[in-house]
């Protein structure tokens, strides 16, 4: 049985965090199966006992990283996905809009029921995805993404703060509720890594890729320590057979 | 020179040549527009459901669509209508009678403060009592509602600046008004929100006059705020789904929809800016058999809505069917964050 935690770009910082522990579990890898841009479209399909992807550049990253070109309910599955809320806030709209919950009399109001109907399109195929390993009773939990930065391109771009602190909240507990309903478990952002309005804290951001350009939204190796820290207190705990080679 | 007047009509004049000896589905000459509509002309579009079809063509065909409340992008297309946007050129929904309009124009304009302002149910939420179903569970509460309606009405209030040619498809002559001040509803109390109360609410089944009058106050208020402004007017071929007069359906249906044909004819007859398409004879009239009607013999097959728009576009000269809008929502992602996603991937696990 091995550990696989995989997911959207947020899986880096994970990555790294593992490296700097420097020991691991018996069996654990981690890999990255595409940017956050691939869950807004249909990713996944249940054939057989076995969740395939049906996006061939996670299919191809699955097979790199596991020989295998599905899932089944034989090893333990991270799944960093779910909470990469800073692609609802995208774009121009919510530089216009906010939640009628916010005082922001001149802009145009969107109400709860519309911000909570984006935020569940935004996740619908993450869901479908999750539910259909649920279905084939493999062993997942899904770790959270990062916060939204303070400083990340959609809050340069206009978006008033408390506009992208309240939708990426919604998103994330609209996320954790569904979760819950449906009894998979989750790991949340460490504790002190976010601010008191929700935002991940500077400290903990990436700052610039490794080529040098400026990284808009991850968190750091920091970050991913700490992060990845909580992943094993959860193995412990819940997987206690997988972590026999880190003691 | 002809012996009678007669003698010198085209043959569309004529029931044989223009209709008993013809094939219905070819029939072109049935409308003549007025005026041209080009991708130039601004357009807004109100009116009982059937207008959402006219919306829907004009901007499929990429003609310059008035649409003041959008959807968000990020909400899937299959929730649009569900919320109420994508239908009209404002978030208002159906408008069924000229009165409804006249008084939501005065609403924008703060000139009329409706003694109802919502329907409250016994969770807090609250409806629209002027679109009861934009929101499909109701707003979360008063406050909500209300945010949510100054912001409709002020655009609203700007539509008719905006528009050179304004698209109204006339649907009901019957209607709820409240007594305390006479405002009409969209909907009866206690049927999509709210609960019915005698003493409160009367019916109002309007007569020619009275829906004249109405379009006329209209067409005033529209051109004071564009003085070239046009409009083209059609009737909802859709009937009653219910009377509330002592009649049965369908001689309270004839009646409603009589009268409204006769008022869009009278404005077509009198001004040369008021234009009308017979949208509803291409598909309720007895030479189309009933065929473009589903078997409940009330809602409009798509193949009827579709026979009626390439008939209108054919008249008006635009053959160019199925062009997709070009202001369709684009995908949330932006591709240089998504670059910059993959290369933190490809950078981290490349090591």
Redo the contacts between chains.
């Keep these: 049985m091995s550990l696989f935690i995989c997911g959207n770009s947020h899986t880096a910082a994970i990555k790294q965090g593992m490296i700097r522990v420097g020991k691991k579990p018996a069996d654990v890898h981690i890999f990255a199966l595409g940017s956050g841009a691939y869950e807004t479209a249909p990713f996944s399909d249940l054939r057989n006992d076995r969740v395939f992807f049906s996006e061939p550049l996670f299919t191809e990253r699955l097979k790199t990283a596991t020989s295998e070109e599905s899932i089944d309910d034989s090893h333990i599955w991270g799944l960093v996905t779910g909470t990469h809320n800073s692609r609802i806030l995208r774009g121009e709209f919510w530089k216009q809009a906010a939640p009628t919950y916010l005082d922001h009399p001149n802009l145009r109001p969107v109400s709860r029921a519309v911000v909570d109907a984006i935020i569940d399109d935004d996740q619908r195929y993450i869901r479908t995805f999750l539910a259909q390993l649920k279905q084939i009773n493999a062993k997942f939990f899904v770790i959270s993404c990062p916060p939204v930065r303070r400083n990340s391109v959609i809050a340069e771009s206009g978006i008033p703060l408390d506009v992208i602190a309240a939708i990426d909240s919604r998103a994330r507990q609209r996320f954790t509720d569904w979760l819950t309903e449906q009894g998979i478990p989750f790991i949340a952002p460490p504790e002190g890594t976010i601010d008191d309005q929700g935002f991940l804290l500077n400290e903990y951001s990436q700052q610039k890729t490794v080529g040098g350009k400026r990284d808009p939204h991850h968190a750091n190796a920091d970050y991913g320590t700490l992060m990845y820290k909580k992943v094993q207190e959860f193995l412990a705990q819940n997987y206690p057979d997988a972590m026999q080679a880190a003691s | 020179m002809p012996s009678n007047p007669y003698e010198s009509q085209p043959p569309k004049a004529f029931w044989r040549s223009g209709v008993s000896e013809r094939n219905l589905l070819g029939i072109s000459d049935i409308f003549q527009p007025k005026f041209e509509i080009d991708r130039t002309v601004r357009i807004s579009c109100a009116g009982s459901c059937f207008a959402q079809h006219i919306g829907a063509q004009f901007k499929k065909r990429g003609f310059n669509y008035i649409d003041l409340e959008t959807p968000?992008?990020?909400?899937?297309r299959e929730?649009w209508h569900v919320?109420g946007y994508d239908l009209y050129s404002a978030r208002y929904g159906n408008i069924y009678t000229p009165r409804q309009l006249i008084q939501m124009l005065a609403r924008a304009r703060d000139e009329l403060k409706p003694v109802e302002a919502a329907y409250i149910d016994d969770n807090g939420r609250a409806r629209d009592p002027f679109r009861p179903a934009i929101?499909?569970?109701g707003?979360?509460d008063i406050?909500?509602l209300e945010?949510?309606r100054?912001?409709h009405l002020s655009q609203v209030d700007s539509m008719l600046d905006q528009t050179d040619l304004f698209v109204f498809t006339l649907g009901l002559t019957e209607a709820w008004e409240c007594i305390g001040d006479s405002v009409v509803l969209p909907t009866c109390p206690g049927t999509v929100g709210g609960t019915f109360d005698p003493a409160k609410y009367r019916f109002k089944n309007f007569d020619y006059e009275e829906t004249l009058q109405d379009m006329n106050a209209f067409i005033a208020l529209a051109r004071e705020k564009n003085p070239k402004m046009k409009f083209l007017l059609t009737v909802s071929p859709v009937p009653l789904t219910a009377t509330a007069t002592d009649q049965h359906v369908l001689p309270a249906t004839i009646y409603s929809k009589s009268v409204l044909r006769a008022v869009a004819g009278a404005l077509s007859q009198k001004h040369d800016f008021v234009d009308y398409f017979p949208s509803y004879e291409l598909i309720a009239s007895h030479p189309m058999r009933a065929m473009y009607y589903m078997p409940n013999l009330r809602n409009v097959a798509a193949e009827g809505v579709a026979q009626a728009m390439d008939v209108f576009f054919f008249a008006i000269g635009d053959q160019s069917a199925d062009i997709e809008r070009s202001d369709q929502a684009?995908?949330?992602?932006?591709s240089s964050?998504?670059l910059?996603?993959?290369?933190?991937?490809l950078?981290?696990?490349s090591q």
Aim: a negative charge; hydrophobic letters at 30%; aromatic letters at 12%.
């Design positions: 968000p992008p990020a909400l899937s929730r919320f929101e499909p569970d707003f979360a406050d909500e945010s949510d100054r912001y684009t995908p949330v992602e932006a964050d998504d910059v996603c993959e290369e933190a991937i950078e981290t696990f």
